[in-house]
């Protein structure tokens, strides 16, 4: 591995389901510059994230094991996690509100635009550095 | 006989016996009264009767006190002026007699003693007064000396003893006799009164019977009916009244029961449509997840092909994607409406002599292709394995549980694949060494929507073959089961009866 390269790289973890979809994640925000960790199911994205501390995650809200709401809390609920910048895809476009209660920075319905979805990632990430 | 038991059993009837009870009641009480009045109307009469025979009789001592007047004034006399009462009263005698006798005619008695008085008088006149005025024109002193003597004294003395009898035995009936009339009439007064009272506390008992069996009871259906009309369908009556009004206090009920029960019906329905309501809503809700995933997967691969520079692998690659998912989506809608169909029974089966044999056949050859990681081993006798049903659709239950014996074994291994024939049924088995089911799961294998473990480990589906399977297996009249152990694999088999071969 490059540890020059990595270090300025952001993190991306991506909780999803769908293997296609984690691609297509991949592919909108971008091969370079982002450093991506998948996980397909609740507890094995919380313990990644545990493990990758990363800048971003793009957290699906049907997962087997355990759902992204739990998920989601339970990261709100430690202190590392607390401002983490987490953006939510959903095909229960009705369940918005019930994302940014539980602690979501954004919400992205399914289908999504990739260039939508990589703007939100964008933004997400330069007001996360501007403090 | 207790009294109620021989009353009518109907109101009516019980009503007309109490209405001629009563009139028969008021009549006898009049009867005896109009029976006092005529005691006392006859107690009047014989009074003045009694007064008038009195009167009489006294007339008729004057006349007999004026002979002997006139007799002893012209015998001690001589002088015949004297002798005008005599006279008169002689001439007078006959009539007042006879109008005596015929007043004095009302009981055998009194007809006896009045006999007795006038035989007297007559004994007087002809035995001694006649002789002595005869006596006295002849020899005035011989008739001078007979009246002056005992024997003519005591002649008139008979005569008022009579008359004194007479009257006193009079006095004394007339007294026995207004005594009786007025008992009589005392009597029939108190009958008469006694009569009336319980006449008018019959009537007021009827008229509180009235009330008890038929105004209060109205009264009641009526609130009754009011509260029902209100709204309050559990509204009852207690059973009361006799007869008809009996009849409508149960017939209330009988009313307010059938009511209260369409309406608990009416509810259920409302109830039971609802749910259906939420299920369908909560359906098309589960739809429209399942198929935007696929649907972000197209749109999302064609914006990146559309917008982004890709190699020529990747532009493949991506394009396998979307067609993948396209294929997926399709096979999404076709399910959908498999479950709406067998849902709602109005999925047509074909009714052809099938070989499952030769299904199960094919289908393995077109999934052995697909996967080089699995092995499928079939086992299937030589004889074909006949059935009635549809060739189709039994291939679309073999290939969803080959399907799910291929998917849900991702690490590969051996598919058996087993058709056999015992007495009448045709059995079909398909035994993977996958992942398994847990035991969590298992009770709701055969639910819409219930896809396993199959997202976490990447697997795609619908969550609706197992449903299907099962809603068109039974639709052949058959049955369909498993086995499955976590994490050493699963055996699915059905079961259809068998066809005799043509």
């Known amino acids: 591995m490059n540890a020059i390269t990595e270090t300025a790289a952001k993190t991306v973890l991506i909780c999803e389901d769908d293997s296609n979809l984690r691609t297509l994640v991949r592919l909108a925000l971008g091969e370079e510059g982002f450093r991506f960790f998948e996980a397909p199911d609740g507890p094995s994205g919380l313990e990644l994230a545990r493990r990758t501390k990363p800048d971003l995650i793009v957290l699906d809200l049907m997962l087997p094991g355990r759902s992204g709401l739990d998920v989601l809390r339970d990261l709100r609920d430690s202190r590392e996690f607390a401002e983490t910048p987490v953006i939510v895809i959903s095909a229960w476009s009705h369940s918005d509100d019930a994302a940014l209660e539980a602690g979501a920075t954004r919400f992205v319905a399914k289908p999504f635009d990739p260039d939508e979805l990589r703007d939100a990632a964008v933004a997400l990430l330069e007001d996360d550095r501007a403090p | ?502």
Not at chain 2, 220 to 237: F, I, K, N, S
């Open chain 2, 1 to 502: 006989m207790p009294l109620s038991e021989r009353l009518p059993k109907s109101l009516s009837g019980r009503l007309v016996v109490g209405s001629a009870l009563l009139a028969l009641l008021v009549a006898v009480a009049f009867g005896v009264l109009v029976f006092a009045v005529t005691t006392l109307d006859d107690a009047t009469k014989r009074e003045r009767h009694a007064k008038a025979l009195t009167a009489e009789t006294l007339e008729l001592q004057r006349l007999v006190l004026d002979l002997d007047t006139g007799l002893r004034g012209f015998v001690l006399t001589g002088r015949e002026d004297l002798l005008a009462p005599w006279t008169s009263a002689r001439a007078a005698l006959p009539d007042k007699k006879r109008a005596f006798l015929r007043l004095a005619s009302t009981t055998a008695g009194e007809r006896r003693r009045a006999m007795t008085l006038v035989d007297s008088i007559d004994q007087y006149v002809a035995d001694y007064a006649v002789p002595v005025v005869d006596i006295a024109r002849t020899s005035p002193a011989a008739a001078r000396q007979q009246v002056v003597s005992v024997e003519g004294a005591s002649q008139l003395k008979t005569v008022r003893d009579h008359f004194g009898d007479f009257l006193s035995k009079e006095s004394a009936l007339a007294a026995a006799r207004t005594s009786t009339a007025q008992r009589r009439s005392d009597e029939a007064i108190a009958a008469a009164v006694t009569g009336l009272i319980a006449s008018a506390l019959l009537i007021i008992g009827f008229g509180l019977y009235l009330s008890r069996s038929i105004a209060r009871p109205a009264r009641e259906v009526a609130e009754g009916a009011a509260r029902l009309a209100g709204g309050d369908l559990t509204t009852r009556l207690v059973p009361q009244g006799v007869g008809e009004i009996g009849d409508l206090t149960r017939a209330f009920n009988e009313m307010a029961e059938r009511l209260e029960a369409s309406r608990r019906e009416l509810e259920e329905q409302n109830e039971r449509l609802r749910e259906s309501e939420q299920a369908k809503s909560e359906l098309v809700s589960i739809v429209a997840h399942e198929l935007r995933t696929p649907l972000a997967s197209v749109l999302g691969f064609t914006s990146v092909l559309l917008q982004r520079e890709v190699t020529e692998d990747q532009r493949r690659e991506y394009l396998g994607i979307i067609e993948a998912q396209a294929r997926r989506l399709a096979a999404l809608v076709n399910d959908f409406l498999d479950v709406q169909h067998l849902e709602e029974g109005r999925l047509s089966l074909a009714r052809d002599l099938v070989d499952v044999g030769s299904v199960v056949r094919e289908q393995t050859e077109l999934f052995a292709g697909q996967s080089p990681n699995h092995l499928l081993d079939v086992s299937l006798p030589r004889a074909p394995l006949p059935v009635r049903g549809d060739s189709n659709r039994l291939a679309q239950v073999v290939a969803n549980l080959l399907s799910n014996a291929i998917k849900y074994s991702p690490d590969g291994g051996v598919v058996r694949v087993a058709g056999t024939r015992t007495d009448h049924v045709i059995r079909v088995s398909i035994q993977d060494e996958g992942i398994g089911i847990p035991p969590e799961l298992q009770p709701d294998i055969f639910g819409k929507f219930v896809r396993g473990h199959a997202t976490a480990n990447g697997i795609e589906g619908s969550g609706l073959g197992l449903a299907i399977s099962r809603s068109l297996v039974e639709a052949h009249g058959g049955r369909i089961d498993f086995e499955s152990t976590k994490g050493r694999g699963s055996t699915f088999w059905f079961e259809i009866p068998s066809a005799s071969p043509e």
